[in-house]
């Protein structure tokens, strides 16, 4: 797909399904490549990002929703009986109907399988990475690990560290550092840009690891807590310091 194409898709979902608000326009990277890191809030977060980051992004999806097979699945649990609470058997045709839209777009899009659980094959989602990386692109991962808890008052779930490998990758390849830009998303409608946080590579493996995940999930944590209740004004202030 075309980026004029992409654009339109875009644009046709932000009117009809988002129509949010950008907040720390002037954080965002004037050129790739760039990762930008979100938190998931259900199925609005994948929504939100695309429609308000005014550039193209290829996502990070868990490869499940990328199969033909094992889509409707992962769709009828996470999405049509969880969050839209339709029962058995309308879930189950439902999930299959939207998976015969939503699979082949994800293609389309340019959408990245992620197989966080399976090292071996996370070494695919890494090199699809890296190609679209070596081109300028930009990235879009939220890597919250859905299997653990949800905290009730964020609804966010512990990060993952799987993407600061892409920062691993690309300095030993380019002997550049990567960016990543925090994306905080709210259910009012409103979506934060906060400024770049660079990989480290004079840091052990571990500790950059571990000190890149860390400062995602708590500066979008932040965020969040400053817009519960309306207090957007807040966000702002904090972007601009």
């Known amino acids: 797909m075309n980026d004029g194409m992409y654009q339109l898709i875009v644009g046709m979902v932000d009117l009809f399904l988002w129509g949010g608000k950008l907040i720390g326009e002037e954080n965002l990277p004037r050129h790739g490549p760039a990762v930008f890191i979100c938190n998931h809030l259900d199925a609005t977060g994948p929504i939100a990002a695309a429609c308000s980051i005014p550039v193209r992004v290829h996502h990070w999806v868990i490869a499940d929703m990328m199969d033909e097979q094992l889509a409707p699945l992962w769709l009828q649990a996470d999405f049509v009986e969880r969050q839209l609470h339709i029962k058995p058997p309308a879930s189950v045709w439902l999930s299959r109907a939207i998976c015969k839209i939503s699979v082949p777009l994800f293609y389309s899009l340019g959408c990245i399988p992620v197989y966080v659980h399976d090292y071996e094959r996370m070494q695919e989602t890494l090199d699809m990475s890296m190609s679209l990386l070596s081109e300028g692109k930009f990235l879009l991962v939220f890597p919250e690990d859905y299997r653990l808890y949800k905290d009730p008052f964020t609804k966010m779930q512990p990060f993952q560290h799987s993407f ?21 998303i709210h259910g009012s409608g409103y979506l934060v840009v906060g400024k770049p946080i660079a990989f480290n590579p004079l840091n052990p493996v571990g500790l950059e690891r571990r000190r890149l995940k860390r400062l995602m999930e708590d500066t979008i944590t932040v965020k969040y807590m400053q817009m519960e209740g309306g207090n957007t004004s807040s966000a702002l202030t904090v972007e601009r310091k």
């Open 164 to 184: 600061v490998r892409l920062g691993e990758r690309y300095y030993a390849e380019k002997g550049e550092r990567l960016e990543f830009f925090p994306v905080t």
